[in-house]
């Protein structure tokens, strides 16, 4: 569907889908030249006014994307998952306020999603106690400086490492209040010819790189860094990028389910393993609590499945 050309544009931004897990952004002057898939639009005008649009994706199965075409028009682009008809909805809201313009849009988002789904698939399968952080630790991720393992040490990721890129921040002046431990302290069976096709064999951490567990490791970065507040760490929802060892010590615990892959997406096709549906609650309960026993952490359980947000 073409919605039309914006006119006396000065600028616009965009939040696209970059590829399939990651979210990026775009920006641009004057003609609207966006070939990616959007979910947020964004223009100022020349008279200093914003126009914002939001595509509402997941209800009811129906996927909604914004983009431009070869003359500058602004394209919504619909995919209905289900076999009966469906309803695109896009959100748009006109102000002064480029933030109160992007928060009117999400109220309106979400005050919709609240009328007319107001028993949502996340509480339907949530468990019946969840560990909530108090508003103090819930501050150090708003408010605070986080610091991600990946942007400047990569997947090579070593204790040694981290814990020197902790003491270069802290002797410059730079006390962060959350750290993100990112790819690769993972135990990994290294299959196929990169890592996308590598999967995840056990809980603890790979035994070359981290010989004495991550648990150490995070008593000892309290220890040196009491600024840090919060640790989390980074992981696959089903196991790595190429799934979960059909041999490996996971395998032999829980019951396993091997699919196919959509071919087309950067993770490739053909099959990958995890861990199945019935299994995937108790299998990540059981690696949070021998990971971090004894350290207090969050859980959500998006559609009946376990995702870990922060420690």
């Given amino acids: 569907m073409k919605l039309g050309r914006p006119l006396e544009v000065v600028r616009w931004f965009a939040l696209v889908r970059h590829s399939a897990p990651w979210l990026g952004p775009r920006h641009g002057r004057d003609r609207f030249d966006l070939n990616e898939d959007a979910i947020l639009v964004s223009f100022m005008r020349l008279?200093?006014?914003?126009?914002?649009?939001?595509a509402l994706?997941?209800?009811?199965?129906?996927l909604v994307t914004i983009k431009g075409d070869d003359e500058g028009r602004v394209v919504v682009e619909c995919r209905n998952e289900r076999p009966?008809?469906?309803?695109?909805?896009?959100?748009?809201?006109v102000g002064p306020s480029w933030n109160a313009t992007v928060a009117a849009v999400f109220d309106a988002a979400k005050a919709f999603t609240k009328s007319t789904h107001p028993t949502d698939q996340v509480s339907a399968n949530a468990p019946e106690k969840i560990m909530v952080p108090d508003d103090r630790?819930?501050?150090?991720?708003?408010?605070?400086?986080?610091?991600c393992t990946w942007n400047g040490l990569g997947q090579n990721l070593t204790p040694a490492k981290i814990h020197g890129a902790?003491?270069?921040?802290?002797?410059?002046?730079?006390?962060?209040?959350?750290?993100?431990?990112?790819?690769?302290w993972q135990s990994l069976d290294f299959s196929g010819d990169d890592n996308f096709y590598h999967r995840w064999t056990g809980f603890e951490a790979n035994k070359e790189n981290f010989p004495q567990g991550l648990k150490s490791l995070i008593s000892q970065i309290r220890v040196d860094h009491p600024s840090i507040r919060n640790i989390a760490m980074w992981h696959g929802i089903f196991g790595y990028w190429g799934g979960m060892s059909t041999t490996g010590d996971i395998s032999e615990i829980y019951s396993m389910r091997t699919f196919k892959r959509r071919v087309g997406?950067?993770?490739?096709?053909?099959?990958?393993s995890t861990v199945d549906g019935q299994d995937a609650s108790r299998l990540f309960e059981d690696f949070y609590r021998y990971v971090f026993g004894g350290f207090p952490f969050l859980?959500?359980?998006?559609?009946?499945?376990?995702?870990?947000?922060?420690?």
Avoid: C
């Avoid at 009966?84 to 809201?93: D, E, I, K, S, V």
């Avoid at 997406?265 to 990958?272: Q, R, T, Y």
């Fill in 265 to 272: 997406i950067f993770l490739g096709g053909g099959e990958m």
């Fill in 57 to 62: 994706s997941g209800i009811d199965d129906v």
């Fill in 47 to 54: 008279d200093g006014h914003h126009l914002v649009l939001l």
């Fill in 137 to 147: 630790q819930m501050s150090a991720w708003r408010d605070g400086f986080t610091y």
């Fill in 299 to 311: 859980l959500i359980k998006p559609r009946g499945l376990t995702k870990k947000i922060g420690f």
């Fill in 84 to 93: 009966t008809a469906g309803t695109a909805r896009l959100f748009a809201a």
């Fill in 166 to 184: 902790l003491d270069m921040l802290s002797s410059s002046g730079i006390n962060i209040s959350n750290l993100i431990i990112d790819d690769n």
